[in-house]
């Protein structure tokens, strides 16, 4: 149900932000109809560092992380959507530094980026989560010494088939690839797809017609396209193709990609550029071509989110404190400036 309407007719949006940064925790927006414009409505900061938000299934749960040492994650009831109820504490997931979920049927599984693993969390009735079932650790390093001197699991996405899921791993240079246990449910270990030495995998998103991935890195600025197969669950790197233009002599750190609803563009954040690239996709998917580089309305875009109509993007400016959205060009894909809000720290915009 992620992207619906709410029952009573009206779109909410939720914030997630670094409470230990100045963050207001979880701020819940009621979104405008019409523009897609953001109006804060509530905040709580009863979960620290709530960097990173997902929806169950049905939309009624709402799940966080907590990125710290000592990391954890929480569930919250969406009774009432304006106002997101705790359910029960937050939980450990015996892992450092988580930094994304995902709903992967009665799991919610998370990528502790400070462990380089991945964990596995039973969801129980009423969307309560259970101690941690199993820690997956990811092996490996990469050239990049500061960074890669052993995996961190950066980001956990489910296939849209519902049968895998796909690890995106920052210091492996690599995506670990899952099976769902069609019986009890668990992530298996499957494969690794080893990337480019040194680019970093950051976060994973999937074309629509789910046969084609793209991977954001972050220790290069550029993206990964790959062919996805679900029938083997095998993920093929095709290209790699930079996400700002020739001669940008500024440090680059790619952050979050987004793709349209239609498979024709693909957009992502770039912090340090500071700016939202617009690249367009061939039919395939295959082969991508930047056109274009925007402002991101303000420094560090640490997220980028668009509404469920398509129209309107949406950039969560970490350092800047705020949360900047972008009125899409429908024939261009170019992002045009339309407003923000103040949202100190923040992280992470998701629609329900």
């Known amino acids: 149900m992620a992207g619906t309407t709410a029952r009573d007719g009206r779109r909410w949006a939720y914030i997630g932000s670094f409470t230990q940064a100045g963050g207001r925790g979880l701020t819940v927006a009621e979104a405008d109809g019409a523009t897609g414009a953001l109006k804060p409505v509530y905040s709580t900061d009863v979960v620290p560092n709530p960097s990173y938000l997902a929806l169950s299934p049905g939309g009624d749960v709402l799940y966080a992380v907590s990125e710290s040492d000592e990391g954890a994650a929480a569930a919250f009831s969406l009774a009432d959507p304006a106002r997101p109820e705790p359910l029960g504490a937050p939980v450990g997931v015996r892992g450092d530094g988580p930094t994304h979920l995902a709903v992967a049927?009665?799991?919610?599984?998370?990528?502790?980026?400070?462990?380089?693993?991945?964990?596995?969390?039973?969801?129980?009735?009423?969307?309560?989560?259970?101690?941690?079932?199993?820690?997956?650790?990811?092996?490996?390093?990469?050239?990049?010494?500061?960074?890669?001197?052993?995996?961190?699991?950066?980001?956990v996405v489910t296939d849209p088939s519902g049968r895998w899921v796909l690890a995106v791993d920052l210091g492996t240079d690599s995506v670990w690839t899952y099976a769902l246990d069609p019986v009890t449910g668990d992530p298996v270990r499957h494969g690794e797809t080893r990337l480019r030495p040194g680019s970093g995998p950051r976060h994973l998103v999937f074309h629509p017609?789910?046969?084609?991935?793209?991977?954001?890195n972050e220790l290069t600025p550029t993206v990964t396209l790959c062919r996805w197969d679900a029938a083997t669950g095998t993920l093929e790197p095709a290209g790699e193709v930079r996400v700002v233009p020739p001669g940008v002599e500024t440090a680059c750190y790619p952050s979050a990609p987004v793709v349209s609803a239609d498979g024709r563009f693909l957009w992502a954040a770039v912090r340090g550029h500071?700016?939202?690239?617009?690249?367009?996709?061939?039919?395939?998917?295959?082969?991508?071509?930047?056109?274009?580089?925007?402002?991101c309305g303000g420094h560090w875009p640490r997220d980028?989110?668009?509404?469920?109509?398509?129209?309107?993007?949406?950039?969560?400016?970490?350092?800047?404190?705020?949360?900047?959205?972008?009125?899409?060009?429908?024939?261009?894909?170019?992002?045009?400036?339309?407003?923000?809000?103040?949202?100190?720290a923040a992280s992470c915009v998701l629609f329900a």
Request: glycine share 14%; no cysteine; proline share 9%.
């Open 105 to 155: 049927g009665a799991r919610l599984l998370t990528a502790n980026y400070g462990s380089g693993s991945v964990s596995v969390l039973p969801i129980r009735t009423g969307g309560l989560l259970g101690e941690p079932s199993a820690v997956l650790p990811h092996r490996g390093s990469g050239p990049v010494s500061d960074r890669q001197a052993g995996p961190h699991a950066h980001a």
């Open 209 to 216: 017609r789910g046969d084609r991935a793209y991977i954001l």
């Open 274 to 295: 500071d700016s939202i690239a617009t690249l367009a996709l061939d039919a395939p998917g295959d082969h991508a071509e930047l056109r274009h580089t925007a402002g």
């Open 304 to 344: 980028l989110t668009a509404h469920p109509d398509g129209t309107v993007l949406y950039a969560a400016n970490e350092r800047s404190g705020d949360v900047t959205w972008f009125t899409v060009d429908p024939d261009t894909g170019i992002p045009a400036p339309a407003g923000s809000i103040a949202a100190p």
